[in-house]
């Protein structure tokens, strides 16, 4: 009988650099305090070396833009898709008025990377779901140190992974100010404290949850020839609108309530069946 060594294992497990995305840097003083009146997550539980999801809200609600956000001892760094990080560093400016804040776009210099599969990984675990494997967010050269020892592949193969565990993600699935939190089951992934306090957008957010009223939950779904995008329906009757696919597998933000009253029937899109799959982590 052979045994697999620790350092095989680690070669088993898949790494990669996720491209399209920024990271922002936020120092001094009061950079807790700043950050923990803003984001949806609570700064004050981050330690040094930890990551974990968070997001900025509208006053209404709607998602500004979704993150990780680790801590290095010196800075909060917030790792977030690339095309929304201009607009998030004015966002954070605006709401910074006096404070003793630092704001700095470090996207050369910090890096963001995943890994996932059969292994040990040496970054925090990924806060959003402990199946998902673990995030690094460092400099190119230390994450690449860590990297080393495992299998790097294309980015194309994390997306597939996120696509298999039903996690949305910002560029992919949706846009900002589009969508509420729990649209993306944001919440279902430790994405939204509910006990922290104030945050922008709070008060909206907390009654959806409070009151049970989310019309709408992203759920994977399977099929042939799935589309970018298009109508899930039953018979006549919309149940979703697809967010994104590879042609097989993809996401659908989906209408609860419809979706009770379909009666069994054969859901379709663009005439071709599909099935809904209801997300592992989602307790409802």
Request: aromatic share 8%; glycine share 10%; charged share 25%.
């Amino acid at each position: 009988m052979s045994y697999t060594t620790r350092r095989e294992m680690n070669r088993i497990m898949k790494t990669c650099f996720l491209p399209d995305r920024a990271v922002i840097a936020i120092g001094g003083d009061e950079a807790e305090d700043f950050l923990q009146g803003l984001l949806t997550q609570d700064v004050s539980k981050l330690e040094i070396g930890g990551v974990s999801y968070s997001g900025l809200l509208t006053p209404q609600g709607k998602l500004i833009a979704d993150f990780f956000i680790a801590f290095d001892g010196k800075a909060y760094l917030i790792a977030c898709a690339e095309d929304i990080a201009k607009t998030l560093l004015q966002r954070l400016m605006l709401y910074r008025l006096r404070a003793k804040v630092t704001l700095e776009d470090v996207s050369d210099r910090i890096k963001i990377a995943a890994a996932w599969g059969d292994g040990d990984g040496q970054w925090p675990q990924d806060p959003r779901l402990a199946a998902l494997g673990f995030i690094g967010i460092g400099s190119k050269e230390n994450l690449k140190q860590a990297m080393q020892n495992w299998q790097t592949v294309d980015a194309n193969d994390y997306s597939q992974w996120l696509y298999e565990h039903a996690v949305p993600i910002m560029g992919r699935d949706f846009s900002t100010e589009q969508i509420f939190p729990t649209d993306i089951n944001m919440d279902a992934l430790n994405g939204v404290s509910y006990k922290k306090g104030c945050f922008v957008g709070q008060e909206v957010a907390s009654r959806m949850k409070r009151k049970g009223s989310m019309r709408k939950r992203t759920y994977g779904i399977k099929g042939d020839n799935l589309p970018a995008m298009g109508s899930v329906k039953a018979g006549t009757v919309t149940i979703g609108e697809i967010l994104s696919s590879n042609g097989k597998v993809g996401l659908c933000l989906t209408r609860l309530d419809r979706l009770a009253k379909t009666d069994n029937l054969q859901l379709t899109c663009e005439n071709n069946p599909v099935t809904l799959l209801p997300p592992s982590y989602l307790k409802e």
